[in-house]
């Protein structure tokens, strides 16, 4: 594949950011290479498996001259990467996230404070819940769908650079800006976690009534995915970072519960039926 950046930067190397590393290495898409982490354990992985030209574990040592910076850390440290890609980031730079809630990154990227760098937000749906730098894969994006998010301010050929990375990546693309994006991965992702959690929990209440209520779960029940103790932190991170979202999601689906709950009490079984299953 041709070459899009002179010099690129991937910041954390965990699964994500591992993983986009290795791609930009693979098809040789950046003339330079490098990787920064404050793990010294990771840097020698990535160091000894010649993944990147240069490891560092201070984001302003390796800004300078950079044309691409792509942010991989949880999104709970957003605000404390803006400092320095202020101070150092060079003109014409895209930086790029890959967080998976995008209000809180608008907000903290205007802290940028000029036009000579572009903000071009990403989010690759890729499964993450195998996290850390040995689980990276360079083929991760390979035919899964990324959706990119222009920041206010960002140019026309920040925008089309970022499409033609994550083309290369392998992934189809979706242009949303950031209120949208928000909005349909609270409804589709936050949501259904928020709900299964609880009801997970709710469920737990049989347990001091019963001493073994297990069998008793239908298989349904018993077949919900729960959040693995591996990624609670970065689902708890998210789910905080887009807590106003998440507000407003959850208060359309309270109004789904009380529809559910007036049908039961007006004894309206079609009603029941039509919120249930629709038609």
């Known amino acids: 594949m041709a070459e899009i950046f002179k010099k690129a930067v991937v910041v954390g190397m965990g699964r994500l950011g591992g993983s986009i590393a290795m791609a930009l290495k693979k098809y040789g898409l950046a003339r330079e290479l490098g990787a920064v982490d404050t793990d010294e354990v990771t840097l020698k992985k990535v160091f000894h498996l010649g993944i990147t030209d240069f490891q560092t574990a201070d984001l302003k040592d390796a800004l300078p001259g950079a044309d691409l ?7 709970s440290q957003v605000k404390e990467l803006f400092a320095p890609l202020a ?10 996230d890959t967080f998976p809630v995008k209000g809180p990154v608008v907000e903290a990227a205007g802290s940028l404070g000029s036009a000579r760098v ?12 195998l996290g850390g730098f040995e689980n990276a894969i360079p083929g991760l994006f390979r035919d899964a769908v990324c959706v990119l998010v222009p920041f206010p301010g960002a140019s026309k050929e920040a925008v089309e650079e970022a499409r033609a990375l994550w083309e290369a990546l392998g992934c189809e693309l979706l242009v949303m800006d950031a209120q949208m994006h928000d909005r349909v991965f609270s409804l589709l992702n936050e949501l259904p976690v928020m709900v299964l959690q609880t009801l997970f929990r709710t469920t737990e209440m049989v347990k001091g009534h019963l001493k073994d209520p297990d069998p008793l779960f239908g298989h349904g029940l018993k077949d919900l995915p729960r959040v693995p103790d591996a990624t609670r932190q970065a689902v708890l ?11 407003e999601i959850l208060g359309l689906f309270r109004l ?12 309206d079984p079609a009603r029941l039926s039509e919120l249930l299953f629709g038609g």
């Not at 101070?87 to 790029?96: R, V």
């Not at 991170?237 to 507000?247: H, P, S």
């Not at 789904?256 to 004894?267: F, M, P, Q």
């Open 237 to 247: 991170d998210t789910l905080w970072a887009g807590r106003e979202t998440n507000r």
């Open 118 to 129: 572009s903000f071009v937000g990403a989010h690759p749906v890729v499964e993450t819940s």
């Open 87 to 96: 101070e150092g980031a060079a003109e014409g730079c895209l930086i790029m």
């Open 256 to 267: 789904k519960l009380r529809e559910l709950s007036e049908a039961l009490e007006t004894g």
């Open 69 to 75: 910076v792509v942010l991989a850390v949880p999104v």
